[in-house]
T-cell receptor, first 113, second 113 residues
Framework: AQSVSQHNHHVILSEAASLELGCNYS??????LFWYVQYPGQHLQLLLK??????LVKGIKGFEAEFIKSKFSFNLRKPSVQWSDTAEYFC???????????FGSGTRLQVQP | GEEVAQTPKHLVRGEGQKAKLYCAPI?????VFWYQQVLKNEFKFLIS????????ETGMPKERFSAKCLPNSPCSLEIQATKLEDSAVYFC???????????FGQGTRLTVV
């Protein structure tokens, strides 16, 4: 069965530090890839997505992610985090042919001012 | 509407009672998904609909969980005879087409006491 691994469960950074959150998936076929963010008390919001084409995708709020097919990875990056980026980040994968997403367990990011 | 609307926001039920959750997808979206989030992580897919038809119900605990999406009505997720382990946040999501991103509602927090 499809699985998604987020190895960093809790990350603490100071403002202006660079961020990289890891995401690996197990499915060998064609996939769509997503990063969602959940701010405290709010619903999931889409940060960025990869369907095909350029493996480096840019999302909202300065986030980007790189799809590396050979490594089954889709890591999220941001060059300089802000206090307002404090949230839970979820990587999600959708196998082509399915409609549902498989989520990772999430990474809690805490940015200290 | 422009948002996925879930009601109620909070629901408390005694063990053995019925719980019913509602979801109004974004207008024009054909696909609806239900996910269960336990302990602030681990999204578990429950069921998906294409319009009023069940598309994928592989995640549904069949004995006590049921769901419907009827025309001109909010979709619903019903849990008969709730158990303590059903305590979770239940998220609904909708998407326009089968291969587009899903937009999530604010969730319903179900607490079974």
């Amino acid at each position: 069965a499809q699985s998604v691994s987020q190895h960093n469960h809790h990350v603490i950074l100071s403002e202006a530090a660079s961020l990289e959150l890891g995401c690996n998936y197990s499915y060998g076929g064609t996939v769509n890839l997503f990063w969602y963010v959940q701010y405290p008390g709010q619903h999931l919001q889409l940060l960025l997505k990869y369907f095909s084409g350029d493996p480096l995708v840019k999302g909202i709020k300065g986030f980007e992610a790189e799809f590396i097919k050979s490594k089954f990875s889709f890591n999220l990056r941001k060059p300089s985090v802000q206090w307002s980026d404090t949230a839970e980040y979820f990587c999600a994968v959708r196998e082509t042919g399915r409609r549902a997403l498989t989520f990772g367990s999430g990474t809690r990011l805490q940015v200290q001012p | 509407g422009e948002e996925v609307a879930q009601t109620p926001k909070h629901l408390v039920r005694g063990e053995g009672q019925k719980a019913k959750l509602y979801c109004a997808p974004i207008k024009g979206h054909s696909y609806v998904f239900w996910y269960q989030q336990v302990l602030k992580n681990e999204f578990k897919f429950l069921i998906s609909f294409q319009n009023e038809n069940v598309f994928d119900e592989t995640g549904m605990p069949k004995e006590r969980f049921s769901a419907k999406c009827l025309p001109n009505s909010p979709c619903s997720l019903e849990i008969q005879a709730t158990k303590l382990e059903d305590s979770a946040v239940y998220f609904c999501a909708s998407s326009l087409y089968k291969n587009t991103e899903a937009f999530f509602g604010q969730g319903t927090r179900l607490t079974v006491v």
